[in-house]
């Protein structure tokens, strides 16, 4: 019997209309276009306004773009992984949110906490259900509101992060196509180089947290930029290996987008040439769980099947890997 793969069948992605560019916040803190531009490669980034609406909203609109994109009937979803760092609320898990609004009646869901990597980790951990053969759909979304976790007076991390999320759906097939290979890693020693200090149960919220701005984003950005290169590439670069894939094999690379300056010595340390490197980082910034599913969103009228990619993720944590994965369908 042909093994059973879980391949991506469909993309789908919501970013926020909202643009807050770096000429904006040049008013906010002390930057420059410049200074953002050269060190990170970000132009603008979204951020998604309102009272009550929160990462669900965006995870929302991504699932309800895939269904209809895929001609999904909702009530056949069996299982739905959210990826998030800033969820609806600590429990219950915004996967559960987004299922019930979209209509997926037969699923369960659960949230995948795993910063920067939470996307892949939960792809690699969807296509699980798929090929033993339990689950028949399975919907990933990664999205994150990170403007609900950022100090909009810290200028080394609040022109970094955006808001956005997508969504794929994983679907059983028998041809050599699909997620074929994946290699994560964790070490939580790098915990106290990114990390959110308060809201959890070691440092609920008080006046004190709140004051001390220990409810955003703490990052020592030099020593995750090192980090981040040299885990990605070499998890990539293993994936790569042990399929005997080489540079000239992979039609995309696509990387967490964190810092362009981290996404080109990435591809350069696994020999990829920049062409075929996916790229959004200068209209969203990072969005955390997002950047990988809005990559493939923003790229899929480009990919074709049988298209070797190899996505790269690092974050806080530290967690990091590589997933490995031939296109399964043309999207024309
Ligand atoms: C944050 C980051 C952009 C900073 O770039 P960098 O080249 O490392 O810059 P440094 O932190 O060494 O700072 C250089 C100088 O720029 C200043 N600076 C920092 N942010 C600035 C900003 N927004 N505008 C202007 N100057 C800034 C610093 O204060 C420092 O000044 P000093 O030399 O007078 O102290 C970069 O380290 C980075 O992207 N790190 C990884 C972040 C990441 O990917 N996080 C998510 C993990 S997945």
């Known amino acids: 019997m042909a093994k059973i793969r879980a391949a991506i069948t469909g ?10 560019t770096n000429k904006e916040l040049e008013t906010m803190v ?3 276009d410049d200074w953002i531009i050269s060190r990170t490669g970000i132009k603008e980034r979204r951020i998604l306004k309102g009272e009550g609406v929160g990462t669900s909203f965006m995870g929302i609109k991504a699932v309800n773009e895939l269904l209809e994109k895929t001609n999904t009937d909702p009530a056949e979803i069996d299982l739905l992984i959210c990826s998030t760092v ?10 559960n949110v987004i299922a019930a609004a979209v209509g997926a009646v037969n699923a369960f869901g659960f949230d995948v906490e795993a910063a920067c990597s939470g996307f892949i980790y939960s792809l690699s951990t969807g296509s699980q259900f798929i090929e033993t053969g339990k689950y028949k759909k399975v919907i990933i979304v990664g999205a994150d509101k990170m403007s609900s976790i950022i100090d909009y007076s810290d200028r080394t991390t609040c022109i970094l992060f955006g808001d956005g999320g997508g969504a794929v759906l994983l679907e059983p097939t028998e041809e050599e196509e699909g997620i074929m290979d994946f290699m994560h890693k964790s070490d939580g020693n790098g915990a106290e180089y990114l990390f959110m200090k308060a809201g959890g149960s070691r440092y609920p919220a008080t006046h004190e947290t709140i004051d001390n701005k220990e409810h955003s984003v703490y990052q020592e950005g030099a020593a995750v930029f090192k980090f981040a290169v040299t885990n990605m590439a070499e998890y990539a670069s293993k994936v ?4 005997n894939l080489t540079g000239d094999d992979i039609a995309w690379l696509v990387p967490h987008q964190a810092n362009k300056r981290i996404l080109d010595a990435t591809a350069r340390r696994m020999g990829i040439a920049p062409e075929k490197v996916m790229l959004n980082i200068e209209r969203y910034g990072n969005t955390t769980g997002g950047t990988i599913p809005l990559c493939l969103w923003d790229f899929e009228s480009r990919l074709k099947k049988g298209d070797n990619i190899i996505i790269a993720a690092f974050g806080g944590g530290f967690t990091w890997g590589s997933v490995y994965v031939k296109w399964a369908y043309d999207s024309n």
């Open 30 to 32: 002390d930057t420059n």
């Open 86 to 95: 800033t969820p609806d609320m600590v429990f219950p898990a915004t996967a």
């Open 11 to 20: 993309v789908g992605g919501y970013v926020p209309d909202y643009i807050l």
């Open 240 to 243: 790569m290996d042990r399929n």
